[in-house]
């Protein structure tokens, strides 16, 4: 297969062929974190701008530490700092920072949709880190990586997706991709954090955790945003700890070896209890690791991508 | 495109590497130290052959390692068609051995560059050495290999292709001439 995407904004728009090229060339880069040298040349003379309209640490310095494995220049643009404070528009600013020769715009944004607009508007490509309740591919690919490296495999799984399905980007962008890999995905939440038409997306509904753990080969647990809620919907912390969280005693009553993910940051006690986040079932760190495999193998093919249109003009 | 001649073939080309592993042993007195890293894709397999040819010798293993270069290739924002990256598979610690890179085809001598850059960032080997099936001509860097199986003077509008039983199910060389 030939990558020829210059920006990954999704994965609803990627074929199967192409998710998997992206999990496969991954895992060539894994080893490169293992080694003395924790360097390749291979983005060597390219700029990759984090541009952060939303908090975040761990995907930004996680797609940091990505670029920087493959020799690229990272500049972090944290937006309360920035012009954007002064009213800068979205597009001005990608603009701006293509006339700056950069290579590679890694977005965080809070409006859905927002990755998707910037790449109509500039020529050099864009990485969606999150865009609103949209999407979130890196996120959702490092937890299918870590999936397969677990399991062997992703076709014929049962995955259980848990938490704020409606306001979860994680959510959507997980169910796009293992459903396109054959996997049976059941999202399980409060009704009222079940957006309506969820279902046409091929996926099981419920609202009951210990139906949707029995026959689940992975769990991934998805951190309650209370953030989010500016309507006073989300259930009270224990109430929702009691009926979804996902505690030693629930996992008793699932498959003994079932996996047990988390995209973080961890609400402990909240959806998920200590023993179950530090126990034995969960790859929670180990998907930290594998992001960087992950991110490595999309900044590398889009920007092979880019170039090759342009040695293809040329 | 047309095969202009046959150059190897499976006897030819299983005497040469017979001969090459002799060689190997020959100057570095014995495989103390010695590793292969075959460079993807049939670099891999002739060093995987070349070791069973030398453990035949020497009744000893020798260790073989695969090495994946294309992240140190200096034409990729050159190629229309970008390359697969694979995974580099070295089990071992290559400081202070003496390396045989493993190639198939010796020709501008940039896969070779970008193979010891590659290998370095993993290791600061006591030597490297290289060992090619077919050395075509035409160098642009400053690289020579210390074992040759064959020879072939090719022109520019030739390309040399080297077929092997595990990747291709033939075991042969070939010179294609390009219209």
């Known amino acids: ?314 | 495109m047309k095969e202009k001649a046959k150059i190897l073939d499976t006897e030819t080309l299983n005497r040469s590497l017979i001969r090459i592993a002799h060689e190997i042993l020959e100057k570095n007195k014995g495989i103390k130290d010695l590793c292969l890293v075959g460079i993807r894709n049939r670099g891999a397999y002739l060093a995987k052959r070349l070791s069973v040819c030398i453990e035949q010798i020497e009744k000893e293993k020798v260790s073989v390692g695969i090495l994946d270069i294309t992240l140190y290739r200096d034409d990729l924002t050159l190629i229309a068609q970008q390359p697969v990256v694979h995974k580099t598979e070295i089990d071992f610690d290559i400081t202070g051995k003496t390396i045989v890179l493993v190639d198939d085809v010796l020709y501008t001598g940039r896969t070779i560059r970008a193979a010891m850059d590659a290998l370095i960032d993993l290791g600061r080997p006591k030597s490297v050495q290289l060992a090619v099936l077919v050395d075509r001509g035409h160098r642009e860097l400053p690289i020579r290999a210390d074992y040759v199986g064959k020879n072939i003077p090719t022109g520019k509008n030739e390309t040399v292709e080297v077929r092997l039983a595990e990747a291709d199910g033939v075991d042969e060389v070939v010179i294609i001439e390009k219209d």
């Open chain 1, 1 to 314: 297969m030939i990558w020829t995407r210059k920006d990954l904004l999704g994965l609803e728009e990627l074929t199967r062929e192409e998710i998997e090229f992206i999990l496969s060339t991954a895992e060539s880069f894994k080893e490169v974190s293992t080694r003395d040298i924790k360097k390749v040349p291979a983005l060597r003379g390219k700029t990759v701008v984090n541009l952060f309209y939303e908090p975040s640490t761990r995907t930004r310095v996680s797609f940091e530490v990505a670029a920087k494995r493959l020799s690229a220049d990272v500049i972090n643009i944290a937006t309360e700092t920035s012009s954007v404070k002064k009213g800068e528009t979205l597009i001005d600013t990608g603009m701006n920072i293509q006339a700056l020769k950069a290579d590679i715009i890694v977005m965080r944004h809070n409006y859905s949709g927002a990755a998707v607009m910037l790449a109509r508007h500039v020529d050099i490509s864009v990485v969606n880190a999150g865009d609103g309740w949209h999407e979130h591919p890196t996120q959702a690919l490092l937890d299918m990586f870590t999936l397969k490296e677990k399991l062997g495999r992703i076709e014929g799984l049962n995955v259980t997706i848990v938490g704020d399905i409606a306001h979860s980007r994680v959510a959507r962008s997980n169910i796009w991709g293992l459903t396109k890999l054959g996997a049976k995905v059941t999202v399980c939440a409060p009704k009222i954090l079940i957006p309506v038409g969820i279902d046409k997306m091929g996926v099981f509904v419920t609202d009951d955790i210990d139906a949707a753990l029995t026959k689940a080969d992975a769990v991934n647990v998805l951190r309650m945003q209370f953030e989010r809620d500016d309507g006073n919907v989300f259930p009270q912390q224990l109430e929702y700890f009691k009926k979804f969280g996902i505690t030693k005693d629930r996992l008793l009553k699932a498959k003994k070896n079932i996996i047990v993910m988390h995209p973080g940051p961890l609400n402990r006690g909240i959806e998920i209890s200590s023993e179950v986040a530090d126990g034995q079932n969960s790859v929670i760190l180990e998907q930290v690791t594998n992001g960087i495999a992950v991110r490595m193998a999309v900044l590398f093919l889009v920007a092979q991508a880019r170039d090759s249109k342009n040695a293809n003009t040329n």
